[in-house]
């Protein structure tokens, strides 16, 4: 299995300062299709997850650009550039590369 | 709009089976591959499933191999997970989610309980 390392596992933030967490994979996730499946996910305090970026980069319908996703290989990025009050909760990253997909621990974002 | 809504979960002593379901609206949920993630009481995510467009393929985690099965009904618009055997480490809350590589949409979940 592939393992995810995030780091921090906790980043205290003071509002509209930016924010940065990395993810770290076991091995390459670059798909024999070309793709590199790694996606991240923000989940607020009692809610499902919710999908920000995928493929690296990728900003989902309706995520704010000040959501940004970089990378490439083994290790990634997410930075948020201003951070916002509705931000905190636990960011994680996951790869869909091979099977069985994977999550990272998750980084528990808070307001300072 | 997307939904996904999750159903039958419960307490469940161990050993026991559950049937958990998955209702889809606001897609073309035949065009969609589909898959069950969950999560652990304070813990992080495991992916646990997922199936293809039409049913003929399926995967699994090896840690519920052999004791879960993933189906879907296209003409219902459903998702189902199959679960036998449980046991106490398979207490978490179970979501559905749209997509396979890339999780789109996600239920709120339905908590599932295995204790005596």
């Known amino acids: 299995d592939i393992v995810m390392t995030q780091t921090p596992l906790s980043s205290p933030v003071t509002l509209g300062q930016p924010a940065s967490i990395s993810c770290r994979s076991g091995q390459s996730l670059v798909h024999s299709d070309g793709n590199t499946y790694l996606s991240w996910l923000q989940q607020r305090p009692g809610q499902p997850p919710r999908l920000l970026i995928y493929k690296i980069s990728n900003r989902f319908s309706g995520v704010p650009d000040r959501f940004s996703g970089s990378g490439a290989g083994t290790d990634f990025t997410l930075k948020i550039s201003r951070v916002e009050a509705e931000d905190v909760g636990v960011y994680y990253c996951m790869q869909a590369t091979q099977f069985p997909y994977t999550f990272g621990q998750g980084t528990k974002l808070e307001i300072k | 709009e997307v939904q996904l809504v999750e159903s039958g979960g419960g307490l469940v002593q161990p050993g026991g089976s559950l049937r958990l379901s998955c209702a889809a609206s606001g897609f073309t949920f035949s065009g969609y591959w589909m898959s069950w993630v969950r999560q652990a009481p304070g813990k992080g995510l495991e992916w646990v499933a997922n199936?293809?467009?039409?049913?003929?393929?399926?995967y699994c985690v090896d840690s519920v191999k052999g004791r879960f099965t993933i189906s879907r009904d296209n003409a219902k618009n459903s998702l189902y997970l199959q679960m036998n055997s449980l046991r106490a480490e398979d207490t978490a809350v179970y979501y559905c989610?749209?997509?396979?590589?890339?999780?789109?949409?996600w239920g709120q979940g339905t908590l599932v309980t295995v204790s005596s």
């Open positions: 989610a749209r997509g396979t590589t890339v999780p789109q949409y």
């Open positions: 199936i293809n467009q039409d049913g003929s393929a399926k």
